[in-house]
């Protein structure tokens, strides 16, 4: 199983970036897909998750800035980002839930300068 981040990179505050993963190895549309990120210091948190259904689910803290969707075609989950702050500065990891594993990318660095 490969999942392939991309799209991170440095932004100033109140700007956007997309970030993808593309997944191989496993039938992506039956796959819960989800990004989580980890700052400095802190656990690894859950940003947003799309079932397979299409639902998806938010932190509180980037509910109305930030979008998961995934294209089942393309095998591929997005985050688009919006209204970027300083404190979702992080390292964004992809994850996707198949049957009762669990599997991770590698990370992409997300910086959002003041």
């Known amino acids: 199983v490969q999942l392939a981040e991309s799209g991170g990179g440095l932004v100033q505050a109140g700007g956007s970036l997309r970030l993808s993963c593309a997944a191989s190895?496993?039938?992506?549309?039956?796959?819960?897909m989800g990004w989580y990120r980890q700052a400095p210091g802190k656990q690894r948190e859950l940003v947003a998750a799309?079932?397979?259904?299409?639902?998806?689910n938010y932190a509180d803290s980037v509910k109305g800035r930030f979008t998961i969707s995934r294209d089942n075609a393309k095998n591929t989950v997005y985050l688009q980002m919006n209204s970027l702050k300083p404190d979702d500065t992080a390292v964004y990891y992809c994850?996707?839930?198949?049957?009762?594993?669990?599997?991770w990318g590698q990370g992409t660095q997300v910086t959002v300068s003041s």
């Open positions: 190895g496993i039938i992506f549309r039956f796959a819960i």
């Open positions: 994850n996707a839930q198949f049957g009762r594993a669990a599997h």
């Open positions: 799309v079932s397979i259904g299409g639902n998806t």
